[in-house]
């Protein structure tokens, strides 16, 4: 984890994998990305890898991926009893150039129920470190 002059966040860096090299990546890979940044973050806590169910992702595109890798800087824009927000900038290895940015939420699922329930301590205390201060962040 980093903490920056004013927010924690989780850096993971990743290699991009494209099936097409004269074409730029496309946005749901951008998304794939930051699932496996959440599960790096995870599985780093030891909390399990297994992703809830994602209610809602929303993602800007600010400029087209060619690059050899990619960086994913993830923090929790909101926590609360069943659902988590993510905030996150997908950018070059360096962080200079941003290629995406945005949100995705998830639910915590009851597995027999099927119903949303409540996070686990340990999830929810790692979570809260990464917990962004300010009202604005990327």
């Not at 749901?28 to 992703?51: G, S």
């Not at 800087?73 to 069943?82: R, S």
């Not at 597995?111 to 301590?121: G, I, M, T, V």
Request: overall charge negative; aromatic content about 10%.
């Amino acid at each position: 984890m980093i903490r920056d002059l004013f927010n924690p966040k989780f850096v993971f860096t990743a290699p991009v994998v494209n099936d097409d090299s004269t074409r730029p990546i496309d946005r749901k890979r951008f998304v794939d990305y930051v699932e496996r940044a959440i599960v790096a973050w995870n599985l780093e806590n030891n909390i399990d890898p297994n992703v809830p169910v994602i209610r809602d992702a929303a993602i800007e595109m600010l400029e087209p991926c060619f690059g050899n890798s990619i960086r994913v800087d993830l923090w929790v824009e909101t926590l609360d009893a069943t659902s988590c927000v993510y905030g996150f900038l997908c950018s070059s290895e360096d962080g200079l150039v941003p290629y995406a940015r945005g949100e995705e939420t998830i639910t915590k699922l009851d597995p027999q129920s099927h119903r949303p329930c409540a996070w686990s301590p340990a999830f929810r205390h790692t979570h809260e470190m990464l917990m962004k201060d300010l009202p604005a962040f990327a």
